[in-house]
């Protein structure tokens, strides 16, 4: 199955993918505030809106590298490379600032399972921050030269589907308790910040240091 990546190359991708599920977001935010304000039913479907909005990404980023490498191999490297560069802008906006996860418990008239999954499809498909990431970070997985990168973008963003999603429901789950954990323990976020950069940081050296050969 030539869309199948090596297995360090899928280890790597399900690590990097976990810790940023965990990371505190917009995504997040929206998803602990509605099983607050509406219960944990209606947090799902804003789960499933978030995951609908990974998927337009995903696609995306599949077929426009596609396009890109069969295009100008070089532009593609160049692409790697500026994504590296921005792992790295991450890694060091991750130190500076840190997360941040402000969640008031404010009465809300109910939404219906669309709106509610509209608003999870939204809060994702127009973050910048979300764009630019995965136009950065999933080319970080596959080779200029690789026939299959289509396939294996495809691939990939579905496993950012399957393992984020887990981890989205289980916030929702615990959505009482974590939103004001974390807020309590300023250390944990920061154990979560300096995680993420770390991680990112060697992400970012890789890619360089690969070219650089």
Known sequence: MDFLPSLPTLLAFAAATL??????????TLSISRALAQGKKAALFVVVGTSLGIVVHTMLVAFGISALITASPTAFLI???GGAAYLFWLAVQAIRFGSKLTVAKVEEQK?????NISSGFWVNLLNPKVIIFFMTFLPQFVSAGDPAVTHKLLFLGLCFILIGMPVNASV????DWLASWLQSNKKVLRGMDYTFAGVFSIFAAKILLTQAK
């Open 19 to 28: 810790l940023l599920a965990a990371t505190p977001g917009p995504d997040m």
């Open 79 to 81: 692409l790697k490379t």
């Open 111 to 115: 939404g219906t399972a669309l709106s």
């Open 172 to 175: 929702v789950f615990a959505a």
